[in-house]
């Protein structure tokens, strides 16, 4: 019995590792729930489902299919560490499951469905890709998409302050990212057995 292969050493962790969701949760934090826009109507819901092409008693993955777990945004909010300006509104939201979500991030739809990244729908060998790609398409020209802009509502210093903060929080994760590996290789050698 082979029982090294069930052996896995746990992944260790950065703090620069969590440099993006740290740029996620800046984008993410100043986008609000504006009601009546964002939060849809049952019809609404219903809508989305039908131009998706669902059968309303399974909730399946926009993508891939499989048993849907959340609501993906089509459109990105973050592009380029910044905010696209698109919301969470139904429109922008299509049934997801982890796979997916995970795998898509804040790419382009339609590029990602179609590339090899890790767990696409395409590397994964969904059989009917091209119907899904159809009814995505459609799903994006259903309603006009919000697109907020930040600045002109809350005004430049407001807004320059915002970014000035997340690259204050960037730089603090990046010195203590060096202090930290400092720390890791001290005890390493300390415990190394020669
Ligand atoms: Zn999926």
Avoid at 100 to 107: A, E, I, L, P, V
Wanted: hydrophobic share 35%; net charge neutral; aromatic share 8%.
């Amino acid at each position: 019995m082979d029982y090294l292969s069930l052996f896995r050493m746990p992944t260790p962790m950065k703090i620069t590792g969590r440099s993006s969701s740290i740029t996620n949760s800046f984008i993410n934090s100043i986008i609000p729930i504006i009601v009546p826009i964002i939060v849809p109507t049952n019809e609404q819901v219903k809508e989305a489902l039908d131009i998706l092409g669902m059968d309303h008693d399974s909730f399946q993955c926009a993508y891939c299919g499989a048993t849907a777990s959340e609501w993906d945004h089509l459109r990105p909010l973050v592009l380029n560490k910044k905010p696209t300006g698109y919301v969470s509104e139904i429109h922008n939201l299509v049934p997801a499951c982890g796979k997916c979500n995970q795998s898509k991030g804040n790419k382009p739809w339609h590029t990602w469905i179609t590339s090899s990244a890790k767990l696409s729908p395409k590397s994964r060998g969904v059989s009917d890709l091209n119907q899904r790609i159809e009814a995505l398409h459609k799903y994006e020209a259903w309603l006009e998409p919000t697109k907020v802009d930040f600045e002109s509502v809350v005004g430049k210093e407001k807004w320059e302050q915002h970014w000035a903060n997340w690259e204050s929080v960037q730089n603090t994760m990046r010195e203590a990212q060096t202090l930290a590996t400092e720390i890791n290789q001290a005890i390493a050698k300390a415990y190394a057995k020669l």
